[in-house]
């Protein structure tokens, strides 16, 4: 299967513990996206990156939220010093071309639980 | 901040019968998709349509763009329960901005 790869599907984790997510877009597209879910609501943007430059990172994504996408292939979303407000479902999405329009190709999400 | 806002909220409906879901956004765009999910799954796309583009088929769904009163509609005909899901519009600009989303229950 060549579609968008998160893992872990599932973490649970205790206040304040570190997580990371990792994502592994289709090869050939050189966008990347991260999104957050929480229940009821549609998905609320985080960052993106064209290849391996971070080019924009929403205003919800505090100083507590890392991502990276060495050598523009797969990303990782880090979460330090977790809080029950971090629970939610954290998406993936990829898409090819450098004018970035076209549809988003998304992963089956990382569901997070803070305890 | 969620640009999109799809109506209604949830939709329920018969076998059979079509379903049709309206988006409204804020700002210019280069197109707006309209997306799937299923309960606890990622999104699927379903459809796009480009800012100078009316109205676009793609087998049971139907979608209209009106870019004067910034609004979309998706309509799903001959709906059947396999399409019981959410449905959200997406505007893209550089990046997609979702709505909350139309919870579509479609009954056997």
């Known amino acids: 299967d060549t579609g968008v790869s998160q893992d872990p599907r599932h973490k649970i984790t205790k206040r304040g513990q570190n997580v990371t997510f990792r994502c592994d877009p289709i090869?050939?597209?050189?966008?990347l996206y991260w999104y957050r879910q929480t229940l009821g609501q549609g998905p609320e943007f985080l960052t993106y990156?064209?290849?391996?430059?971070?080019?924009?990172k929403s205003r919800l994504l505090s100083d507590r939220f890392s991502a990276e996408r060495p050598k523009g292939s797969f990303s990782t979303l880090e979460i330090q010093r977790t809080e029950q407000g971090d629970s939610a479902m954290y998406l993936c999405?990829?898409?090819?071309?450098?004018?970035?329009?076209?549809?988003?190709?998304f992963g089956e999400g990382s569901r997070l639980t803070v305890l | 901040s969620q640009q999109g806002e799809e109506d209604p909220q949830a939709l329920s409906i018969q076998e059979g019968e079509n379903a049709t879901m309206n988006c409204s956004y804020k700002?210019?765009?280069?197109?707006l998709q309209w997306y799937r999910q299923n309960s606890g799954r990622g999104l699927v796309h379903l459809i796009l349509?480009?800012?100078?583009?009316r109205e676009k088929h793609s087998g049971r769904l139907r979608v209209t763009l009106d870019t004067s009163k910034k609004s979309s509609s998706l309509l799903i005909t001959a709906s059947r329960a396999a399409d019981t899901a959410s449905y959200f519009c997406?505007?893209?600009?550089?990046?997609?901005?979702f709505g909350k989303g139309t919870k579509l229950t479609v009954n056997p």
């Open positions: 090869s050939e597209h050189n966008r």
């Open positions: 997406a505007t893209d600009l550089v990046k997609l901005v």
């Open positions: 700002t210019s765009i280069n197109n």
């Open positions: 999405a990829s898409r090819e071309g450098l004018a970035g329009t076209g549809e988003l190709f």
């Open positions: 990156f064209q290849n391996e430059a971070q080019l924009e």
């Open positions: 349509i480009r800012s100078n583009e």
